[in-house]
């Protein structure tokens, strides 16, 4: 489970005439959002992303909602609705359509094109489709949804109103109140404030900088910071940023054409992105700016820039490879500038560090947030959320996309316009809300554990299965062979003892194989001839010796076999 609730019952059906909230990801979390809304026996999906994994993951390649709780309701989802384009809200949309391939699908222009590109690469067909914009309302089934424009790290993000019998509900996405953004799409404020005008019974919002006091930094005061980093720069410069932030691809382009330079895009999420942002009308790209990035190599260094994937530190992006000197056409020269455009997320600290020093050591001068102001955040910080809750007055909020800190932060906001205490609901993944009477209240939970992609692999490696593999990686493992003979009552053959993952070779296990024969011939003599409970008596023997001589707590593999 990924946040056990054993204080909670399960959640009872549904009252008649009731909205149901259940939040299967993004609560106690930043990433993998998705909320189901029920009424009247309907579905409503908002958003489907991915979690990314951190360490204590190993072999882990994305985290996915747990669908289980809707599993048997496939059938009753109205449509599936996409705030915005980023992989934490669109990233686990094919994995939904794999179970039923035929569900509606609503968003802005951008975030569809974008989650198209990810249906080819599963192979999956294209659904209806519903390309919305700001102002729009649609009815699925009982819902009422009205579209209100958003300002966020990616274009085209919208807010959703989600208006039932129950009442309505505001969800906010991802958003904040840049108010000289560089698309000039501001957060409609004027719509917030006639929902609230007209009554919202229960506000989501989004919390992760609700820790954040004041309002967050405009994009726009970047481009100057950008532009000093390429006036200083005398040789080649790569920018690695989110593969979805058209806004800070846009100043790079626009910086480089100041400064007499060409462009390259690094990594084939990068390269595909911002080639359907380009196509949509969101990227503008200057005459000639662009070249190949095989080709940028050709130009004298002090002309080129490369856009690049990989600022979270991921092992497998272009930036990493970069710093690994592993890339197949970039290497770092003395004197190269390297800016990592992005903020860290939760998690991913020791990973960003590792490429920052491993191009540091190569050469090159990192500019980053700790050092410039190179990234704001896409999220509204305390300031904007104060005004949002006084503008819209709503009379339940749940605070949503965030870890725990972040989500009690943001309701101590909503707590201080006024908001009833007994009216926000701090829930997290799992936990049920019901909008009845005007009221949202906690109702019981669902199970809602953390799925593991791993390869081809979707939910088949358990939390048993990573502890195993930690295990493996930090304390390694011994292997133990013995063969008995069940007839005599004595140890046969063995035991023949191997270890990976110890700096010591096989030879110093010599001094525990007589305890071994000891403890099987005790065994066998005490009439215990069950391979499994011959195993177990190993597993103990060695286990205790390991810890006492060499302080470890290996995995442990015993193989008894009868002669």
Known sequence: ?????????????????????????????????????????????????????????????????????????????????????????????PYLLRERDDIPLVGSELTLALLSSKLREHRLKETVR???????????????????????????????????????????????????????????????????EEGVDLFLTDSTNAEVPGFTTPERDIAPVLDRVFHQSKQRIIVACFASHVHRVQQVLDAAVAHGRKVGY????????????????????????????????DLPADQQVLVSTGSQGEPLSALARIAQ???????????????????????????????????????????????????????????????????????????????????????????????????????EDGVVVDLIDGRAQIAGKVDCGYVFVDGSSVGDVAEMSLKDRRILGEEGFVSVIVVVDTVSGKVAAGPEIHARGFAEDDSAFDEIKQPIIDTLDAALRDGVSDPHQLQQNVRRVVGRWVNNAHRRRPMIIPIVIEA
């Open 1 to 93: 489970m990924s946040h056990p609730h054993p204080e909670l019952p399960e959640a009872p059906p549904l009252a008649e005439g009731g909205l149901r909230v259940i939040p299967l990801g993004g609560l106690g979390e930043i990433g993998r959002n998705m909320t189901v809304f029920e009424h009247a026996g309907r579905l409503l999906v908002v958003d489907c992303g991915v979690l990314f994994p951190e360490e204590h993951h190993p072999g882990v390649d994305l985290i996915l909602p747990d669908f289980e709780s809707i599993r048997d309701r496939l059938d009753a989802i109205e449509a599936l609705v996409l705030t915005h384009g980023h992989e934490d809200h669109i990233g686990a949309a």
């Open 130 to 196: 519903h390309v919305v914009e700001a102002g729009d309302r649609l009815r699925f089934g009982p819902f009422d949804l009205e579209f209100v424009a958003v300002n966020h790290s990616i274009p085209d993000a919208l807010a959703v109103a989600i208006r039932t019998p129950a009442g309505t509900v505001l969800h906010t996405g991802d958003f904040k109140m840049d108010q000289l953004p560089l698309d000039g799409r501001i957060t409609d404020l004027r719509g917030f404030a006639r929902l609230g």
């Open 266 to 297: 690094v990594g084939r999420s990068m390269v595909r992105n911002m080639a359907i942002a380009q196509d949509l009308g969101y990227l503008t790209v200057p005459p000639g700016v662009m070249v190949d990035a095989k080709q940028l190599a």
């Open 325 to 427: 000197r592993n890339h197949g056409f970039v290497t770092i020269e003395e004197g190269d500038t390297v800016v990592l455009a992005s903020s860290l997320i939760p998690g991913n600290e020791s990973a960003v560090y590792r490429v920052i020093n491993g191009l540091s050591r190569l050469g090159a001068n990192v500019v980053h947030k700790g050092n410039a102001l190179v990234h704001v955040s896409g999220h509204a910080s305390a300031g904007e959320l104060l005004y949002c809750y006084n503008v819209v007055r709503p009379r339940n909020v749940m605070p949503v996309h965030g870890e725990a800190r972040h989500l009690r932060a943001n309701a101590e906001l909503a707590r201080a316009t006024g908001v009833p205490a007994e009216n926000v609901v701090v829930a």
